[in-house]
């Protein structure tokens, strides 16, 4: 039986939530991460996926400019740099030098994916979307990497106010 309640409350039975940080390249050449919780595969033949990426966000004027973008799922241990690439903006500062990281270049594209992620995709625009405050935009995959090491695991955001790390069976729903 279900209880009805309003949006906000009903909506926080989400988590966990996967994260991914999508990679892009300014007009200046600096390379720019933001931290996504709404992604999602949106086809398989062709390969594309998809993420929402809110108005305010300067990776939305850099992902019209470059037409393309790295979709990386970090693994569990990356949750500071998630964190800090998901609160701070590329407007401002540099993120991959005040937060460094291991990174590599990507093959297909003119950007680099992240050593230590779980996966890493490579994707050119193909559209966008817009809906209320944020622009999904969607990309073909044109390269797809995975981590030597098997047992890294995912990141996942456990609860709001982004709290994130390994998925746990038992979270704080409330
Ligand atoms: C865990 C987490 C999930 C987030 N999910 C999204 C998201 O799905 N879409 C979005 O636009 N911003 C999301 N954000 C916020 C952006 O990452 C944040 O506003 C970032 O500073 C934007 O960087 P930019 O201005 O360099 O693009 C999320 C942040 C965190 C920490």
Known sequence: MQIKTDYNTAIKRKYPEQVVIAIT???????NPITIGWAMITSHY?????????LQRYSLEVIRYSKEFVISFPSSIMDKEALFYGT???RDIDKFA??????????????????????????????ELKTGDHII???RVVSSHI???NSLERLYILETGYKMGKFVKSYNNQ
């Open 46 to 54: 062709p390969p594309m996926m998809a993420i929402s990426v809110g």
């Open 25 to 31: 390249k300014d007009k200046s050449g600096k390379f």
């Open 147 to 149: 981590n030597e090491d």
């Open 137 to 139: 935009f969607t990309g």
């Open 98 to 127: 005040e937060c460094k990281i291991n990174t590599e270049p990507a093959h297909k594209i003119d950007c680099i994916i992240l050593s230590d992620a779980v996966a890493n995709f490579e994707c050119k625009l193909e559209s």
């Open 88 to 90: 701070k903006s590329g």
